[in-house]
């Protein structure tokens, strides 16, 4: 899904050192926002996570991950819609893809469609120009922000409150 939302949560979150916004899932090199906004590149908006294992599990990064979007939704995350905005998930390892799978194995009887996740081996990943980088937290009175993330993050300190930062 969109980035802007992905970063902004995953920024919140006890254990993770960074997370970055940009694209990956395609072979065009270092492509730009508008060209990855109309849809013909290939790749996706994605969020690049980097975090502290002994603070913070995959699986409950994945939880977050699976709670803040629409999984079963094919090329499409509310509003936004193009394969740009398809539910992916890079692994690194063997390992990675175990959970991963266990995961979506776990939460598919939360859902009435299938889960339709993307699984791909990590990928050339190109960070998005600055302005995208710590969006929410550079913008949160444009209205995205205020009608999207916002409320996002209200619930997710509901619901994950021993998680957040």
């Known amino acids: 899904g969109c980035f802007w939302c992905v970063e902004a949560v995953f920024e919140s979150i006890k254990g993770v050192e960074n997370a970055v916004a940009g694209y990956s899932g395609s072979d065009v090199i270092n492509p730009t926002y ?70 979506i194995d776990n939460l598919q009887t939360q859902y009435e469609n299938s889960i339709v996740t993307e699984l791909r081996e990590s990928a050339i990943f190109y960070p998005a120009d600055l302005s995208h980088q710590d969006f929410y937290q550079n913008n949160k009175n444009i209205g995205y922000c205020r009608a999207v993330i916002t409320p996002k993050l209200k619930i997710l300190k509901n619901e994950y409150q021993l998680i957040l930062k």
């Open 34 to 103: 508008k060209e990855v906004c109309k849809g013909e590149t290939g790749h996706a908006e994605v969020v690049q996570v980097y975090f502290d294992s002994h603070q913070i599990s995959l699986t409950e990064l994945l939880e977050v991950f699976f709670h803040i979007h629409d999984p079963t939704t094919p090329n499409r995350q509310g509003a936004d819609v193009g394969s740009q905005y398809r539910s992916i998930i890079f692994y690194n390892s063997l390992e990675q893809l175990n959970i991963i799978v266990s995961v």
